[in-house]
């Protein structure tokens, strides 16, 4: 009797498009992943290498450079003892000349005349006899002291007005006389004349002409 035998069964074949497809997909797109990624760093570090180059001003050649810029500032020579010029010598200052003591008084021309005894034409002059010891003169007042064995007499005439004045109490001071009138004293010098009433001075005139014999 023929003998049956059991036959095993065969293995089942894994179906297509099974797991093995699926992990070959898989390592594709980490495969794609992982390129994109290094695409990515290289473009980044190559943007980071870029270096920014800024324009350089063009030098001038230095041969092409102006002459007149080259060329150093040249100075004119100082001028030579020859063509200095020297200056004249200055002329010696003027000596000083030293005033006379004296007082300056005009001549008889610019006022009354006058001779030995006195102003001519005027009551102010000495009569025969005597001698004219003083003649003065101030801008208001025609002035002698006549002189008469001693005695003295002052006779003085006012310009303005031919006012006439004789005093016959009249002595002598170590410089010029003093007339007295009353309370009134008439002092005359070789620099003025002053009338002083009382102790209240009542006048000052500058001397313009005196002579003393």
Not at 80 to 99: H, K
Not at 178 to 188: G, H, I, P, Q, V
């Amino acid at each position: 009797m023929p003998t049956s035998t059991d036959e095993a069964p065969a293995p089942e074949k894994a179906p297509r498009g099974g797991l093995g497809s699926k992990l070959s997909a898989v390592a594709i797109v980490v495969a794609s992943i992982g390129t994109i990624g290094i695409l990515f760093l290289f473009l980044t570090s190559r943007n980071d290498q870029i270096t920014v180059v800024q324009p350089v001003p063009a030098q001038q050649d230095p041969a092409q450079e102006d002459p007149a810029q080259q060329a150093p500032a040249t100075r004119a020579p100082a001028p030579g003892p020859e063509s200095a010029t020297v200056a004249p010598p200055l002329p010696p200052p003027a000596r000083p000349t030293v005033a006379s003591q004296a007082p300056s008084l005009p001549s008889a021309s610019a006022g009354p005349a006058f001779d030995g005894q006195g102003f001519i034409d005027s009551q102010a002059r000495c009569g025969s006899g005597e001698d004219a010891v003083v003649i003065a003169r101030t801008s208001r007042a025609a002035i002698v002291i006549c002189d008469r064995d001693g005695d003295y007499t002052y006779r003085g005439v006012r310009l303005e007005d031919g006012a006439f004045l004789r005093l016959d109490d009249v002595r002598p001071m170590p410089a010029g006389f003093e007339a007295r009138n009353d309370a009134t004293t008439y002092r005359l010098s070789p620099t003025e004349l002053v009338v002083i009433s009382g102790e209240t001075l009542q006048s000052r005139d500058a001397m313009v002409e005196y002579q003393a014999s």
